[in-house]
């Protein structure tokens, strides 16, 4: 080797060395908090910068307080360690930005009561999870704790002398961090979002403490052989996947997406799990660029910032599939934080979109280089296109299409479900759909029986209903067999399959389609959906076309459900109403009271006002066909159900059946005018003219004589549309 | 004589025959529209002024129409000829102020097709009201076209020649004016709010047509011999009130008003009469000064729309008592004509806020004014402050307590009903009352059921579940007896009885005070009501304190609703769930599911979510009360009610129940961040100390050991409070 190749590596090392003696270099780093010292900060930045610092002097005023760990979460030790790593984390940003030592000198004097407190605390008293914590229940939250924690150790730690680190970090950070890795291998070696955390908080306090080894093993994970599989957690998943060859946070990625950056439980979850995925990265960025981990798998994690921001109705909320509380949306921190890191990491101005609605950005560089180009930008707004997401670690694994059509500022938008089965917070809708006119839910998902973190719901956990009602089919938008859950509602059984995507095909943008079979939900059916999102001037919107069909080799039940959840206001079948029974004593059904009872003509037709808003469903049906108008709400012992209103189609002892629907979005009312506009529809029948394997053919004959014939090519999702 | 005073007459005879021949000179007038074209408009205005064009610029393209009438409200010819007169008198507007010949022409010509048409129209075919119009199928309408047409013929009196204006008044304007009183007498004479518009439409034709023997019969009635007494209306109210002896416009003034302004049928009806008050008022004052109208009765029509104003919660909707559709608020057309008009006649600052927050104003000096004003307006916002409103022509009847108190972001607000029955659309809730916490209904009143102008319920009209469910008592926050409605339900009985007031308290900010008196909505009970509405700093936000005694000759039963309409958290009270039961036959009960049942002890608590917020009330028990958590929604064969739940404290075989209740505000939720904010109550239990005739101590213990003694005073509302 030539002397000027040792010189080199000497260079590399010596500059190596000097790196990783700077702090801060994970969040905040040197060069950063430099050059927002010497410019002026963008408006929403120093806003930020007060409220934190508000935030903050208002906790340094109250005093530190660690008390000894002994409540759940809501409890008062729970909250209060909660904030103390809120508290801690916004100190640091606040020391560095400001220069001011009370913010330092407030992380230090809490972090040595923390280490002063730790070595002789057990295991939490609660013992009430698969993962016991320290400091909290369960070691998801200490993980919270550590990678906010973290961040305020490396904000001050040139301000510590080398006694408090030592002493701060072998007494307390070393083991804390093997006690939630080494110490808790099936919490830490798992693929699923708790250990995410685990894994960004044990790597994060590496980065921060300048320790590779633990930060190896938060990147690869501890060696599997040491536990047992197939165990399962506290939501009933399993804890490994039988498969599962790999662990740590590269197995995180590797695992959590599909190749277009899906997560399998669905967005709600996603959220959640984004805040470790990224904070990480950009941690990891900055102290180990050579690792470029926001290139990794073809920029994964920037990919599944974006899928996560996609799967939003028109208010920024998530689509409810699977295990979801309603309202969550793009505006908690979690998705504030993917956003600004995902920006400065990519540039693409895609996300400026939701940082803007968001209107905050993170109290560090990249939440200031954020507000400056939003305040200084004119960059356009990007409106939410039609879009499919694979699901699976390999993108074969069903998927997510998502169709939308319409006024920018009120999309029609139809999500479609052939996922496969979403881990331990999957429904059993496969095949399923959800539509939003705007923000409306004209056919809702009921989402979690559940009401996070409220303390008289259980607790703020799921509920039991959750499994009985909740994830059951009936309570989606799709097809019931036999009053069965798709699976018999068996996890494990739901859990080796998925749905196939046939086509999603949007090259015509006045009529989009997707296509999506089920092979498995019920041994025996072939399930096909193809919908198809129909844009026509004759109409004021875009208008749903919803074909179902199932192919049988014997004779079933069938139950097509259509979640409303508004007031009927007219219908083209004499329906009479009974006093409420309940539908059933299983998959659901026992939720159900039967409210009223009809039989059908050769369509069903049914007009709903919801959000000042009215609806037509038109559905093809055979003379003598059953209507239920049901409600949720029976055997529902503490009021834990919403009281929502569906209709069901059934049909008896059949094969083959085949359900063609229409769902017009056609008219408003104003409570200040107090005037309908078009509050009937359009359409007056529908019928399939025509079906082989290649094509299926509608007829759609609206009230003043027009007709529409709908040919779709079964294959490919073509449409040919011939206007009589 | 003196000659100086023949002249002095001839001067005046002169300018008054000068003054009669200047147009416009109603709403618009010269000096008005010479006013506004000789400045700059206000933005606001030029942006009325712009919609104004592009609406008539629409309507003109489209050509005029005027159909043979046919269709009730809601089909073509009905929907034409509204359309028709909104034009008009907007396209009167524009002429004036633009000077644009185009649209006097437009209404010259729609004038002509109608004189054409009118001579050969017979009464509306439908002949489906009381009193059947020509255009429409009720006068009513025939009276909206007419206050607005009169406008438009008053814009462009001067444009058409002088045989035009005789032909359009002779052949059409003055035989439909005759129509609508000399033809119509039992509506024209009648005191009611479709009768102002009949006197108001008649009077401003007469005033654009300088007609003043018409003018004479639209101010003071036909006479009153030629009509049959106490015939009923469509909606089952008295055409004549026994002791009327005055009709006409003055007469409307006197018996629809209070001295204070209040409305006895309610704020959602006062906003759509208001409207024919306020215009003809308005042209009155510009045409007949001499009448002084705006200061007639103590300036009652500009209290009127205080009153009005005032009857709002904090969203600007209207309380929904009696007969009102939920959600109409200030921001309707009628609401910004009577604001403009009442500033423009007052130039009160108070009504700036309500202009603010419509956002727009009329086409007229008097819009051109306000938005002016608005403009350069430092002027502060008023917030709404307790008040009470008496009720009845001398003030003795009865009234509306209005308490208010918190944030002013937020008012809590107690609306406590003991007025006299409301006339035809009165509800039977005599000691009735709602809270708010800004717009959410704490406690709701039901309001009507009923889809104004949805075809599709009803067509429009009240449903029969008005009658069955909204009325009764029981639909309301008060005492129903015996399980029978107060008066048995009999509007003849409650027509004659209104309750009493007994203090209107507020000189304690912190305790403010209401209390009333039934003595005949059950014979042989006496019903009083005080509440409290109570501000201090260890709760959150205020709280209410509700004391209703019943003193009974019999023994009774009693059921005290609570209209929570929220969802269920957790109880003090171990319940029951059952299969839903009607809860009986009548009053009400027919449509109320019984979902649970307890037992209560000495105290009932139950903590419920509504709009992402915490509630929960505390109510005095007897051991073994029954409570009974119910539903609305039984015997609903159209699906017209709401399923809203409902708790009912019942007390059986009783002599002289006491009822002791206290709500708390006091918790939120944000789905963005998942967190509750004290979901709990602070309250263990409240009891009753000491009463006797002058005072009633209450005694409200909170779970800390904080403890208050509140004694009221039963005749002055004086509140005494000790903290232990």
Redesign the interface.
């Given at each position: 080797m030539k002397l000027i190749n040792y010189i080199f590596l000497l260079l590399i090392f010596l500059s190596n060395a000097a790196c990783a003696q700077t702090h801060p270099n994970m969040i905040l780093t040197k060069s950063g908090v430099d050059k927002v010292a010497a410019h002026k900060n963008p408006v929403m930045f120093d806003r930020v910068l007060d409220e934190t610092r508000i935030q903050v002097d208002l906790a340094i005023s109250e005093g530190i307080m660690v008390p000894i760990p002994k409540d759940m979460g809501?409890g008062y030790t729970h909250e209060k360690h909660k904030n103390n790593y809120f508290n801690m984390q916004s100190a640091g940003a606040l020391y560095q930005i400001t220069g001011e030592e009370k913010y330092a000198a407030y992380i230090k004097e809490m972090l040595l009561e923390y280490t002063a407190m730790y070595p002789n605390l057990p295991p939490h008293p609660t013992n009430r999870s698969y993962a016991v914590g320290k400091i909290f229940w369960q070691c998801l939250n200490d993980a919270n704790w550590m990678v906010y924690t973290s961040q305020a150790y490396d904000a001050i730690y040139n301000y510590l002398s080398v006694a408090e680190r030592k002493k701060i970090e072998n007494e307390f950070l070393k083991p804390y961090a093997n006690y939630l890795s080494i110490g808790n291998p099936k919490y830490f070696n798992r693929v699923h979002n708790h250990s995410t955390w685990g894994n960004a908080a044990v790597g994060m306090m590496a980065l921060a403490m300048d320790d590779d080894k633990l930060l190896q093993r938060a990147l690869y994970g501890l060696d599997l052989k040491d536990v047992d599989e197939l165990a399962k957690d506290n939501d009933g998943g399993f804890i490994y996947d039988k498969d599962q060859a790999k662990a740590g946070f590269f197995a995180q990625i590797d695992y959590s997406f599909s190749p277009d950056g899906y997560y399998g439980e669905g967005p709600y979850y996603q959220r959640y799990a984004m805040l470790p995925f990224m904070v990480f990265a950009q941690a990891l960025n900055n102290k180990k660029p050579e690792l470029k981990i926001f290139e990794y798998r073809d920029s994964i994690l920037i990919k599944a910032v974006k899928s996560l921001l996609n799967q939003t109705n028109q208010s920024g909320e998530f689509f409810p599939i699977n295990d979801a509380?309603?309202?969550?949306?793009i505006?908690?921190?979690s998705v504030v934080t993917a956003v600004n890191v995902a920006y400065n990491a990519s540039l693409d101005e895609e996300f400026l979109n939701a940082a803007r609605r968001q209107g905050t950005v993170l109290l560090d560089q990249g939440g200031w280089e954020l507000a400056k180009v939003i305040e200084s930008s004119s960059a356009r707004t990007f409106v939410n296109k039609s879009m499919q997401f694979t699901d699976g670690y390999n993108g074969d694994e069903g998927g997510l299409g998502i169709l939308r059509a319409g006024d920018p500022e009120n999309q029609s938008t139809v999500v479609f479900k052939y996922t496969s089965q979403g881990l331990g917070h999957g429904h059993y809708d496969k095949l399923g759909y959800l539509m939003y006119d705007g923000s409306t839910e004209v056919m809702q998902d009921y989402g979690a029986a559940r009401?996070?973190?409220?303390?008289?719901?259980g607790g703020g956990r799921y509920l039991k209903e959750n499994n009985t009602w909740a994830k059951q089919t009936i309570a989606h938008n799709t097809l019931v067999v036999d009053q069965k859950s798709h699976f018999g509602g068996e996890y494990d059984i739901a859990n080796l399959h998925h749905s196939d995507p046939v086509f999603f095909n949007t090259n015509n943008p006045d009529a989009q389609t997707a296509g999506a079979r089920e092979l498995n939900a019920y041994p025996g059916v072939e399930m096909n959906r193809i919908l198809v999102l129909w844009e026509d001037d004759y109409f004021a919107n875009p208008v749903l076309i919803d074909y179902f069909s199932a192919d049988t080799k014997e004779s079933h039940d069938y139950d097509m459900p259509y979640q409303f959840a508004g007031?009927?206001?007219?219908q083209n079948f004499d329906y009479?109403?009974e006093?409420?029974?309940?539908m059933g004593d299983g998959h659901g059904y026992q939720h159900l009271?039967k409210e009223?009872t009809a039989k059908a003509g050769d369509n069903i037709q049914m007009?709903w006002?919801k959000d000042s808003k009215f609806y037509t469903l038109t559905t093809l049906s055979e003379v003598g066909d059953d209507i239920i108008?049901a409600?949720v709400g029976?055997n529902?012992?503490e009021?834990n159900l919403?009281?929502d209103a569906l209709l069901i189609h059934r049909k008896e002892n059949a094969k083959s059946p085949r359900f063609l629907s229409v769902i017009e979005n056609h008219g408003t009312?104003s409570?200040?005018?107090?005037?309908?506009v078009d509050?009937?529809s359009k359409i007056a029948s529908v019928k399939i003219t025509n079906e082989n394997n290649q094509v299926v053919t509608f007829n759609i004959r609206a009230k003043d004589g027009n007709s529409w014939s709908i040919e779709v090519n079964k294959s490919s999702g073509e449409v040919k549309i011939i206007n009589k």
């Open positions: 809501g509380q309603k309202g969550m949306s505006y908690p921190n009401w996070v973190n409220i303390d008289q719901k007031q009927i206001m007219s009479k109403t006093m409420p029974t309940t009271y009223a007009n006002f108008l409600r029976a529902d012992p009021f919403r009281r009312y409570r200040v005018t107090e005037r309908p509050p009937y």
